[in-house]
């Protein structure tokens, strides 16, 4: 079988870019099968994302060849110097391992685990940590291992407690399934863009604590939610989905916390498919989806 | 042919209230067509919107008497009294009267006229009112007059010019159809609650100038349009209707500008057909739609 | 505490409805909490559903009276037949019992459950039915005895395994999320208006086998799922909730299948939701949600 | 200034084709702005559509080339020739010209209208034609010839001045904005592909007469519009854009006719939007559209 990878490329517009990519695909045997390509008029950067399939040991090509992943970053480290590009190659067969961080409610976690298991996100998912025990149970029913920190250490134990749990499984991101706590600049630092959370409100308005509450006093029409990477700013990260459902003004605040429920969930798994699926760049603070 | 009447009212939640309104309407000979009722539970308050066909002297009932708005407006204010209630009775062939400010773009005010001219606002639009002579030719299309007020006169000679106009045309609702101008405190107090604007963002967020800048930057991915009373408040008016629209990231924020167009003209439609139809209930600053 | 009751009534429409529907409430000691109506002008037919509290044995009211279902009833009918009236009152203290029906496909039993535990479907999930082992383990998570009746058998056996299932259970309403077997039109005459299916398309297009297939290849540009009461004749019995998503033509078709699942759990949530909250009338053969 | 081509490409989905199609073009002088791609898996078939910017007179190359149509049509054709391709280059330039059909309602028609003011669909409109005097004023208003047709001759002498009409304003395309006839299969197969109509169904429910009335009587939950080729089988033509609402079974027949309006012109502007942009391509009987 034929090899999976994706190159994601960002650089300032210039002409020939293109030729010059699927070029140098081609001339070391990829063929691709997607490629997804935009250029910004506001800021006249290039943004390409192109998945192509090469042959590998158990499917060569004809003359016998496979695609050598260290000749074709030889190859277009130099392109990418020519064009002043940032650029990185993904293999498919090497999935991103992924923890999830919970608190008390359910939504989140089962619809993570339950399109996981779906085959709807492309990534291991070795670990579950929580401030409190509440959901053991669904990690159990998932066999996944669950951890419960003790916040009564205080933030920085707990985040370290976190942290070394992180490096013990590997992990090379991070989500926030309704974990509610604030995590601290330096830990948000040290996972930069690697921490997405789900917000319970449409940013960037309603940030911060009960914004079902806030949009209800505020009597919006519609409530939100957003997932987007977690940084120092709270709640103010690069978004990378975000939905709405239109609410009656009979709804009570307790109903929108219901009815945003669905959201929340809808909206975190979608921003994490993106993220799996290399669709995500992000550039001067906000992100740009290519797909 | 019958009339037909609507009746809004609002008091605090209490045992009996719908018994003791509907009681009244059928004693008065009223016919209800159509009951609409919310009582919140955040807030204990009930909200009320009731329409009911009446014997008319075209139709007077089968022993010829009609329904009198001074009788049921005797009977109603003792049981109003009774329950602290505020309300109001609107006679349906009494027309509001409505003035559109606009400025240079004409989308909003086009759907506005289209669809009044279809029947689905039920208003009255006497003059239009603009700082620009742009959108003279659309008035001139729909036989309305239109008037260019000089803004070189500075801000309070030009209001002075349109309360003149708004008096002299018996307004009694003002439509902000893109209008580029902020009103004075003086404007929207002596009109409170009955200036209606069209902002082009999703607020809360975005409020004030460019709004589709401020969101192509903040990397959204829905944007939105709000219909609202205009207070002293720059954009923080009660809102009565929102809508958004899903955008890309390949859009720019050119394409915004284009694609939010579509939201604006809708939005303020459906809050102008919300308005009069009564629908629109101010309570504790937000508005509750009931319908 | 007090007593919550549901009264749904239909009729022809006539002048005094609703004063005088109301006024049976309130003399029998019911206090409305809610109330929505509607009058078809295209039927000229009158849809009425009253939520009321009233007290109870543990709270009477201030005279020690508590509310009587008999006496009520008693009253209500002299009203009901004056008027043409098709009636029901519901207690909601009385739970609605459920059976689920499944074959393999877990997404629409998960959502079920998920939304059963979580409080939002009013009624009791006592047994859950398949023609496959599948979903055991799920329904042993959500400790609900499991059922796996033998095709091998034959259609008429298996109905009668079913229908004894559903004796033995006390079972009131039946749901197929996502059975694959059709029933015989014996079976649904027997549950008339008892059996709620969730249909993996936009109906009345796409009836019968493979819905995805039949969009894709017409290249429609949504998708959708239906919520409907199963009758003799096949996806075509009154339709109780609606919902599509956009698909872009570069989905596959597995793709349209892997996409609609989410649009079909959240369809048969909102069909259930409303059927167990009394928000559903039928009338010539079609549905009239009053909510 | 530099000219701007779209090259539309569609052939069996083979190895190289993105490299071989982005060369050509860069070795003609072309510089892509923009690629969209999409290999079916279902149809094992290739789609593409590439805009790029190429040196024209005003504006030549540092070399002082310009590039060639001629040129690049005949390497092109090598090249497709290889692959099997069908593609077809335009020249953003020479815009095509859209005739008009119309009969009384008047939405569509100024959608249409508003929109082309305002830029948003790359075509000229030089005629308009109807079998009613009513949309004449709208017409003028734009300053566009208007034409009605005597439908008391015959759908055969009434067809013939519709063409004689077409062919004297040079006509490439016929949007069908509310005529309501039917076209002959006769009139169709001469402009294959090239009528576009706006049908008030969500296709392929609801065909023919009436769709509002079938839709309400099966008491679906959401109505929509369909933009599609007209061919010789009605309403069934390829699918180019569609969009659904959602109303409540409080809304009458005529509401659903009044809500509908919005639907049906936004979803053939849309659908003409996407024709222009040459987004539009057709493969066994249905489109793909490629953005």
Known sequence: MNSIYTLTATCPDQSGLIASITNCIASNGGNILNLAQHTSVDLGMFFCRIQFAAPSISEPDEGGKIFSP???TADFSELAGKFNMEWKLYDKSVKQRMAVLVSKTSHCL???????ADGQLDCEIPVIISNHPDLCSVATEFHIPYFQIDTQKGKEACEADIQSL???YKIDVVCMARYMQILTPEFTRRWDNKVINIHHGFLPAFKGARPYEQAWKKGVKLIGATAHFANQDLDQGPIIFQDVVRVKDTNSIHEFVEIGKDVERRVLVEG??????????????RTFIIE
């Not at 089962?110 to 996981?116: D, N, P, R, T």
């Not at 994490?272 to 603070?285: A, Q, S």
């Open 110 to 116: 089962y619809e993570v685990l339950l399109k996981h």
């Open 272 to 285: 994490l498919k993106r993220y799996f699926n290399h669709n995500v760049f992000i550039h001067e603070g």
């Open 166 to 168: 992180l490096e013990q």
């Open 70 to 72: 260290a000749s074709f």
